[in-house]
């Protein structure tokens, strides 16, 4: 299974598109991390990913290549995800996050 979109709204400035969407993450969290492409959001390439923060994880954009994104979520052990003792998930490939809905920004075009 893969992440899915929703609530997507699409704003077209010049030469860039910038697309507000909210992903569902995958009932099985991949090593490295959740992968966003170009092609699932209709664009040739991505210049910048921002992300919310989701219920108790947290979540970085890492850029992989100029079409492929990574979002890699961690989890703490307190309700704030903005604490010093998050600790990321890369380690718990295949647990179940479809229950985690994060809202994300994209630039691209």
């Not at 699409?10 to 030469?15: F, N």
């Not at 699932?40 to 991505?46: A, H, K, M, P």
């Not at 947290?58 to 850029?63: D, F, I, N, R, T």
Request: without cysteine.
């Amino acid at each position: 299974m893969a992440v899915s979109y929703a609530n997507t709204e699409i704003l077209y400035r010049g030469r860039t598109t910038q697309i507000y969407t909210e992903i569902q993450l995958d009932s099985s969290y991949a090593s490295g991390g959740e992968t966003v492409t170009a092609d699932q959001l209709g664009l040739s390439t991505i210049r910048a990913i921002f992300s919310s923060h989701a219920e108790g994880f947290a979540v970085e954009p890492v850029k992989s290549t100029d079409s492929t994104w990574l979002l890699k979520v961690y989890v703490s052990s307190t309700p704030d995800t903005n604490s010093a003792t998050a600790t990321p998930l890369l380690s718990s490939v295949g647990r179940d996050l479809s229950a985690v809905t994060v809202p994300i920004l994209v630039f691209g075009n």
